[in-house]
C-alpha cells in the first residue's frame, strides 16, 4: 500500500521567513495530493492541494510543488504569521474509483513573533 | 451549509464495553470515511463507503471494529470489547460524488470523537 513520509517533524521560523515541508510517497499510481492544517483540538482542514497533471499550484501565501517521477510533494509557505502556527499533514490518493487517502506524520510549525 | 458533525465530542468508556460513534455527513455527499488519529499522528484510515456500501475496509485493525451507513447518509462506527489501545480521536469525513475526470474528490473532516478506553 501507500506509505506517505513528511519531513521535518518540527519546525521553527522567525514571523516573516517562509517555511517548508517536505513529503514522499511510495505509490506511483497517486495522482492528488492534499495539505491539511490542523490547529489544537480542531479538525484537519484542506488548505490546498495537487493533482499530478500540474507541477506547482499557488494561492496567496500557500504554495505546493509535486515531482511525480521523483515521487515528491512539497508546501511552500511565504511570509509566515503566527496563525500559521499549526500541525500540517500531506496526503496521497490514487483518485478516480480507489478513495482511500494516506496521510503523512505531520510537521508542527511554531511561527515565532 | 452545515459540515460534518460527530457525536459525541467525547467518550470515556472502560475496557470491554461497547461504544457507538456518529458521523453525519454534509448533506449530498455521497462519499464518507472514517479515520482514527491517535497523538502525534496524521489521520489512520478505518473504512469508506460509497453510498451505502463499505468499498474499502482495509484500515479496520481488526473483527472488534465495524461501521455501518444503513441509508446512505448517516455512519455509525462500531466498537465492540473496547481496550485500552483503542482510545483515540475518530474523524470522519465526506466527499461529493466521484467527478468524471475520475479525480479524488476533497474531503471534508468533521471534529472528531475523543475516545478514552480506561
Known amino acids: 500500500g501507500e506509505n506517505v513520509e513528511q519531513h521535518p517533524s518540527t519546525l521553527s521560523v522567525q514571523e516573516g521567513d517562509s517555511a517548508v515541508i517536505k513529503c514522499t510517497y511510495s505509490d506511483s499510481a497517486s495522482n492528488y495530493f492534499p495539505w491539511y492544517k490542523q490547529e489544537l483540538g480542531k479538525r484537519p482542514q484542506l488548505i490546498i492541494d495537487i493533482r499530478s497533471n500540474v507541477g506547482e499550484k499557488k494561492d496567496q501565501r500557500i504554495a505546493v510543488t509535486l515531482n511525480k517521477t521523483a515521487k515528491h510533494f512539497s508546501l511552500h509557505i511565504t511570509e509566515t504569521q503566527p496563525e500559521d502556527s499549526a500541525v500540517y499533514f500531506c496526503?496521497?490518493?490514487?483518485?478516480?474509483?480507489?478513495?482511500?487517502?494516506?496521510f503523512g506524520t505531520g510537521t508542527k510549525l511554531q511561527v515565532i513573533p | 451549509g452545515a459540515g460534518v458533525s460527530q457525536t459525541p465530542s467525547n467518550k470515556v468508556t472502560e475496557k470491554g464495553k461497547y461504544v457507538e460513534l456518529r458521523c453525519d455527513p454534509i448533506s449530498g455527499h455521497t462519499a464518507l470515511y472514517w479515520y482514527r488519529q491517535s497523538l502525534g499522528q496524521g489521520p489512520e484510515f478505518l473504512i469508506y463507503f460509497q453510498g451505502t456500501g463499505a468499498a474499502d475496509d482495509s484500515g479496520l485493525p481488526n473483527d472488534r471494529f465495524f461501521a455501518v451507513r444503513p441509508e446512505g447518509s448517516v455512519s455509525t462506527l462500531k466498537i465492540q470489547r473496547t481496550e485500552r489501545g483503542d482510545s483515540a480521536v475518530y474523524l470522519c469525513?465526506?466527499?461529493?460524488?466521484?467527478?468524471?475526470?475520475?479525480?479524488?474528490?476533497?474531503?471534508?473532516f468533521g471534529p472528531g470523537t475523543r475516545l478514552l478506553v480506561l
Open positions: 496526503a496521497a490518493s490514487r483518485g478516480g474509483g480507489y478513495q482511500k487517502v494516506t
Open positions: 469525513a465526506s466527499s461529493l460524488r466521484q467527478s468524471g475526470g475520475g479525480y479524488q474528490e476533497t474531503q471534508y
